[in-house]
């Protein structure tokens, strides 16, 4: 048991001393970073010119420009349905027809009634030109002392009955005429067409919800019918992008459906409100389609927004700044006198790997690599003798800078 406990001690007293040996072996190196001892190695690019987009970067869904369901106004046995999915239809194009037995005869019945009604009438203005006759003829009498006032009043009094028979007689006419009128309309809401105000000659068939035989109530939808002339795109922005939206705004649509078509659009219409569930804005993109290709439902990719374009700008690659004391810059290396000095900058657009130098100017070769052992004044050392700037450096290039939106 000695022996183990003294076996542990020495163990432990050369492990200690091996730590020592170590850290002080390792320690003028880290002194030598810190206290500026040697030149620190780096790598270095040209600060360059290029053309900067604020690109803002949407998925969505692709909707009919219109689309509406055609329903009976009355209710009824559906007798024929003219038109399937994926048919084309004209503006008024007849497409259906319920059971119209009862309201032929509906039309008749009040047709009939009306004759009765006109038949009345003339009854009516016979009687009422008797009345008239009679009345006349009493009152020459009365004139003359032959007839008595009361024989006058009762005649005057049966002359206005057939007066008011008469105007009851005509009151009905217009009853019945309007009957009529009701029960043929009632008869064609039987035929069943398609028809819109705005927009082409013909659309298309989108969905069929009945099959012929089926008894329908009023308003019951048959088919809907979309126009895909255009389409519309609707995605939906955050609060970020919001105030960038403006109407008129050009666009680029890509869809997982159609991988190598792209479709340019504009912006058309911008919500005034966010939702307060997902502080995102419904925005809706206007796409030609002359050929149909772009379905409703067809999930969007990507649709693309240029929010601004900035040319020959001073740009920087986004991992060469630092912060240093709380001051966001970068490190120039001057070749000259192989130190490096820390310029304080602001940023503007700032892509993935590339940001815009606000102010100040700079120009020259920035750090890329190692700078996060520099401090201003200190000594680098490059891989090559002589950096040499890649080819193009200085030219100007597109970057976009790309803005992630929510989903629809």
Not at 292 to 317: C, W, Y
Not at 362 to 368: A, E, I, K, N, P
């Amino acid at each position: 048991m000695k022996k183990l406990l003294v076996l542990l001690i020495v163990l432990g007293a050369l492990g200690w001393l091996g730590y020592e040996i170590y850290r002080k072996a390792s320690a003028p190196s880290a002194e030598g970073h810190r206290g500026g001892a040697g030149p620190v190695p780096v790598e270095v690019v040209p600060i360059r010119k290029a053309t900067l987009r604020d690109v803002g970067r949407f998925t969505g869904s692709v909707l009919a420009k219109s689309q509406f369901q055609v329903a009976p106004k009355i209710g009824g046995r559906l007798e024929k349905l003219l038109v399937d999915v994926g048919d084309t239809v004209r503006n008024g194009q007849f497409i259906a027809q319920l059971d119209s037995d009862e309201y032929v005869q509906q039309v008749a019945q009040a047709e009939a009634e009306l004759k009765v009604a006109e038949a009345n009438v003339e009854q009516a203005s016979s009687n009422l030109d008797v009345a008239r006759k009679k009345l006349a003829r009493y009152r020459a009498l009365y004139e003359k002392k032959v007839t008595s006032e009361s024989e006058i009043d009762v005649v005057e009094a049966e002359y206005k009955v057939q007066e008011a028979s008469h105007k009851v007689a005509k009151a009905r006419v217009l009853q019945n005429e309007a009957a009529v009128q009701t029960a043929k309309v009632q008869l064609a809401y039987t035929k069943i067409s398609a028809s819109w105000e705005d927009g082409g000659p013909s659309r298309l068939i989108a969905e069929r919800f009945v099959d012929q035989g089926t008894m329908l109530k009023a308003n019951e939808p048959i088919v809907s019918i979309i126009d895909i002339s255009s389409v519309i795109a609707v995605i939906h922005v955050i609060e970020r992008d919001y105030g960038k939206m403006k109407i008129g705004q050009e666009a680029t649509v890509t869809t997982d459906a159609l991988p190598d078509e792209s479709f340019k659009c504009r912006v058309v219409r911008v919500a005034p409100l966010l939702r307060e569930t997902s502080r995102q804005a419904r925005v809706e993109l206007e796409i030609s389609n002359p050929r149909g290709t772009l379905k409703p439902g067809m999930f969007i990719k990507r649709a693309e927004i240029e929010f601004a374009r900035l040319d020959d700008v001073t740009v920087v690659p986004m991992g060469a700044v630092m912060k240093r004391n709380g001051t966001q810059g970068i490190f120039i290396a001057d070749t000259q006198t192989m130190k490096v000095r820390f310029v304080p900058v602001k940023l503007g657009l700032v892509e993935d790997d590339t940001a815009q130098v606000l102010e100040p100017a700079v120009s020259g070769l920035v750090v890329t690599l190692g700078q996060h052992l520099l401090e201003d004044g200190r000594a680098f050392k490059l891989p090559d003798a002589k950096p040499q700037a890649p080819p193009g450096a200085g030219t100007s290039s597109d970057v976009p800078t790309p803005r992630t939106g929510g989903g629809p």
